[in-house]
């Protein structure tokens, strides 16, 4: 056998792209959407909200974290090309300062425009009628001024805490301090009001924004003083925390106190008014210790992210067309979920397959006399979740409950405290996980006892049991009953709530369990992938057809790329479908001449990793992502397809389908760029997950929406509930 090629020459900082800045170059492609005429007008303005929320969460983080590494004499950044740090904060600069100059633009140019044609419109306050003040000042007086606070600077009032990302307006008067300079205050714009304030007596859908009307009252505020100037500011802080596990006692407490201290939040981002003086900018500089290179001068409303409410507007011709998921077609039979799994493995697509299936599955068995135990990851629930209320329910029925809950989860810490409290209330087992790791594997385990045996059924997914994002993210499930695949569920959730930390496995193999076929990181995941691309390049020399096509949200793992690399080069072809951070090069010669790499953004956000390794043909799901994060800082899992039909359709159902998109999908260039694939002549244009729509109608079933199925299921008599689907359902007329 020819010996492998040394995946070390294909380990060299120069044939990566940097992290940060790959990041940077996806949310341009969100952008992208948001500026494209061919996308309805509604749909502009989601994406246009869409690409402010991410930028400010890569403010909060990554950006954070370049920053702190900076101050603490760190040069060069985490990230596989070894960038140095100044450069990458340079680049960041320049790349989002120009993205967000065509932000502005295309808002004030070209949405805005279009929506007044349709008397959609935010009103001047300028524009506002006599009558109409009259009105706002009512509204104003009995149901703002109320919660409003004015914060002035003084001798007796220091210079607020500035809340993260927060809207304020600051005032200058014409009054001046002690040291000859003029007096400045400041009024938080309540984020609990709506941004919009709707002119009720005109027709349409005409708008005054909530700061105007708070501008044009603030004398209600500030009583005697003489308001000079006033300007809309909002400041990005720091979310980038770390939790040193020597210093970690209750995991619960740190994370409440972490999430509650201020202290460390550095102001990492400031967007002012573009006509803010620069007196006042310059004491904004050295009050909040800001990074000169990311103060924004925004002409413009800031907190383009609340534009989000715009989209509710009643036009449904600006929108992407209505659809109803569709159930799987095997839950056609009125017959019990862990019935229809019995009879084998079943794959559900979402969201064009309704996460309904997900929500019955575990009310049942919150319900189920026969059923004895569940156990399930718990990284990102929804405020109203039909999932928590179901284990809340079976733990008062008395059932074993176990709840491994992520408290660590980005910017749903919160929530998950609040909730990891109440299932504790309930009689939950609650598991924190671990201080260092974060446990980000989707599995559930039901254990029910049929006759003399005790039966284990598993619900395992590349997406959190959050039935709101599950109608917006694409995501797929696997319900199985496979004894292996049992075996090891429960061996994993004893290794989460047992006395060894996850990481000592790793340090120590002899006491690793044996897994039978699931596939975990931080202990081994790293190490089977590499293992899985030199299966495939041995059987490629072998015998031809080497193929590596995966579908994934980023890849940046530098020992994965390097592997990737390595088949290019031994001539496996490389087809991946990435969403978003990509720091593999293609076309690289004698490198990565081989692979290819497109990026899907439409109107769900593509969220599912799959894996398959064509002429081994072995084919895996999971939680992970190529990623370095994911393959040493949190807890994962791979799940192996062996079901002939289940990877038939995974791999030239959903691979193949997204990988033909040329109406949404990006073609990566070998520098770096993405290039819209458009239909070649003659050929029909083919947007994957319309494609996928169409599929989940012709061989799925009509249902109710699940949030109107679980509105039923909690209201009806029945003890022993049959499952909402089939005959029952499909019956109902529904909205397509």
Not at 91 to 120: D, G, R
Request: glycine share 4%.
């Amino acid at each position: 056998m020819e010996k492998l090629i040394e995946t070390s020459e294909y380990n060299r900082s120069e044939l990566f792209l940097n992290r940060e800045l790959s990041w940077v170059d996806f949310n341009a492609r969100v952008l992208e959407e948001a500026l494209s005429s061919s996308v309805p007008t509604l749909e502009q303005v989601k994406f246009l909200s869409i690409f402010s929320s991410n930028q400010d969460e890569f403010f909060m983080v990554r950006v954070a974290g370049l920053l702190k590494m900076h101050r603490e004499g760190l040069s060069i950044c985490e990230s596989p090309d070894e960038l140095e740090i100044q450069k990458a904060l340079n680049l960041i600069q320049s790349k989002t300062a120009t993205l967000i100059e065509k932000q502005y633009k295309h808002l004030t140019q070209e949405i805005l425009p279009t929506l007044a044609k349709l008397n959609v419109r935010l009103v001047p306050w300028e524009e506002v009628l006599e009558d109409e003040r009259k009105a706002l000042t009512t509204y104003f007086m009995d149901n703002i001024l109320p919660i409003l606070t004015p914060l002035a600077v003084d001798e007796s009032h220091p210079f607020p805490f500035l809340n993260n990302l927060s809207l304020y307006l600051v005032l200058t008067f014409r009054e001046m301090d002690t040291l000859g300079k003029h007096r400045i205050g400041f009024v938080r714009v309540p984020a609990v009001l709506s941004r919009f304030v709707k002119l009720e007596s005109r027709s349409g859908h005409q708008f005054l924004l909530l700061e105007e009307l708070i501008i044009h009252h603030l004398d209600k505020l500030f009583l005697g003083a003489h308001v000079d100037t006033v300007h809309p500011i909002r400041v990005t802080r720091s979310l980038d925390y770390s939790l040193l596990e020597n210093k970690v006692v209750d995991l619960l407490k740190t994370m409440e106190k972490e999430i509650l201290d201020t202290r460390n939040q550095q102001a990492v981002r400031l967007e002012v008014d573009e006509s803010l003086p620069l007196e006042v900018l310059d004491l904004f500089r050295s009050k909040l210790k800001i990074n000169g290179l990311f103060i924004y001068r925004l002409n413009g409303p800031l907190a383009l992210d609340q534009f989000m409410a715009l989209y509710s507007l009643p036009f449904p011709e600006l929108k992407d067309g209505h659809f109803n998921p569709r159930l799987p077609a095997r839950m056609s039979a009125d017959e019990s979920i862990f019935n229809i799994i019995t009879k084998g493995d079943m794959l559900v697509h979402h969201p064009y397959e309704s996460f309904y299936a997900v929500t019955e599955f575990i009310q049942a068995a919150a319900e189920d006399p026969n059923v004895l135990a569940i156990k399930q990851t718990l990284y990102r629930s929804a405020g109203d979740s039909p999932v928590i209320e179901s284990l809340i329910r079976a733990a008062e029925e008395g059932k074993q409950v176990t709840a491994v809950i992520e408290l660590k989860a980005r910017f749903d810490e919160k929530n998950n405290i609040v909730w990891a409290k109440r299932l504790e209330a309930a009689g939950v087992h609650v598991v924190y996980g671990f201080v260092g790791l974060k446990t980000h594997a989707k599995m559930a385990l039901v254990v029910r006892k049929e006759g003399a045996k005790m039966e284990r059924y598993m619900h395992l997914s590349t997406g959190n049991y959050n039935a709101k994002t599950a109608k917006l993210y694409t995501d797929v499930s696997l319900f199985t009953k496979d004894k292996k695949i049992g075996e090891d569920v429960s061996t994993i959730f004893n290794m989460l709530t047992g006395f060894n930390h996850i990481t000592e496995y790793k340090n120590n193999p002899a006491i690793l369990p044996k897994l039978n076929k699931l596939l975990i990181a931080p202990v081994q995941l790293r190490e089977k992938i590499v293992s899985l691309i030199s299966d495939e390049i041995i059987a490629h020399k072998q015998k031809g057809g080497g193929l590596i096509f995966a579908k994934m949200n980023a890849l940046a793992d530098r020992a994965i790329i390097a592997e990737l690399y390595r088949a290019s080069a031994a001539g496996v072809k490389v087809n991946l479908i990435v969403r978003g951070i990509n720091c593999l090069k293609v076309g690289i010669p004698g490198v990565s001449e081989n692979i290819r790499v497109i990026s899907v953004i439409d109107r769900f956000l593509e969220h599912s990793r799959l894996y398959y390794f064509g002429a081994t043909d072995r084919a895996f799901i999971g939680s992970a992502d190529l990623m370095t994060r994911n393959m040493d800082m949190r807890i994962e899992l791979w799940f192996p397809v062996e079901d002939k039909s289940i990877k038939d359709r995974m791999v030239n159902e959903i691979l193949t389908t997204s990988w033909s998109d040329n109406v949404k999908a990006r073609e990566m260039q070998p520098d770096g760029n993405y290039i819209l694939r458009t239909p070649e002549p003659d050929s029909p244009a083919i947007r994957s997950q319309a494609l996928f729509i169409k599929i989940a109608r012709s061989g799925g079933i009509k249902s109710l929406p699940y949030e109107t199925a679980l509105r039923y299921n909690r209201t009806r008599k029945e003890k022993q509930r049959p499952v909402l689907i089939g005959e029952k359902v499909s019956k109902k007329k529904t909205k397509e």
